[in-house]
């Protein structure tokens, strides 16, 4: 099978010459379709540096990095831009959801940049709402949903334009307990579906959830493993129970998240709106 992401010798080195510092140092490794992987290291690792790479935020100062089918070491910021909003769909640890948009608004944000029409948009962000157990909560904003909550409407913009890659920076990072093991349990199910995930940890116990682990070290892979899963779950609540089933039920859906300044957001959206109708 052809592998989804192929990097190969990737260096990313800050300050070349005496002090250089090396944060990425020869790093090669590749993902197929529909793997689960969690990246694993502590602070100063690398593992960020690599997240950045990966998503396509930064390039390589050398090496090659093949998304898709693409070289996309070399290309430029607009390119780069480009390939984020068609190929992968990000959930940060700090949610990055716009605080004046409801629920369903912010999963359409990143589908209206993509050129889709009203209707459709409108479609694909219930569906992807749907998935992850938060149909009752459509209408509201980020500050009248709890922080699981909020990250689960992250995950729906994510997967809502069905993006070959889904990159999660930390998930549960702002989570309880209780909220992590249900954001874990989503993206065990996305797996499932035939997802690609990429899991961007420092937590072993996060890192175990996953099908297979990479872990950092000073810029270098240092193991590249398979793991043995246990069923994640989730007796506390009723409602944990209820997740899983809407995800398990409903077919998939991926997205993407298109960075763009807070302040544009509305005027964006009544722009785009007024072309596609």
């Excluded at 990966?54 to 607009?78: E, F, Q, R």
């Amino acid at each position: 099978m052809n592998a989804l992401i192929d990097i190969r010798d990737i260096y990313k080195i800050y300050n070349p010459g005496e002090n250089e510092v090396r944060a990425l140092d020869g790093i090669s490794l590749s993902v197929t379709h529909g793997e689960f992987v969690a990246i694993i290291g502590q602070s100063g690792s690398g593992k960020s540096t690599l997240m950045n790479m990966l998503g396509c935020l930064d390039v390589p100062s050398s090496g090659t990095y093949c998304l898709n089918g693409a070289d996309v070491s070399k290309m430029k910021d607009d390119e780069l831009s480009d390939i984020r909003n068609k190929e992968i769909g990000f959930i940060f640890q700090g949610f990055n959801l716009i605080p004046n948009l409801t629920a369903i608004e912010n999963v359409e944000l990143p589908l209206i940049y993509r050129g889709i029409s009203k209707a459709e948009r409108r479609e694909l962000a219930q569906q992807a709402l749907e998935m992850v157990g938060l149909s009752h909560r459509m209408d509201h904003k980020p500050a009248e949903m709890s922080g699981g909550q909020q990250q689960r409407v992250a995950i729906a913009r994510a997967i809502a334009a069905k993006p070959p890659v889904i990159l999660a920076d930390e998930p549960t990072g702002n989570l309880d307990s209780r909220s992590s093991k249900e954001i874990l349990q989503i993206l065990r199910e996305l797996h499932t579906l035939g997802r690609t995930v990429i899991l961007i940890t420092h937590d072993n116990e996060i890192a175990a959830q996953a099908k297979r682990v990479i872990r950092i070290r000073d810029g270098k892979v240092e193991e590249d493993y398979l793991n043995e899963i246990q069923d994640v779950k989730d007796s506390n609540t009723k409602d944990s129970g209820k997740n899983r089933k809407e995800v398990s039920d409903i077919k998939g859906s991926q997205n993407q998240y298109h960075k763009e300044n807070e302040k544009d957001t509305e005027e964006s959206l009544d722009k785009k709106e007024e072309e596609n109708i």
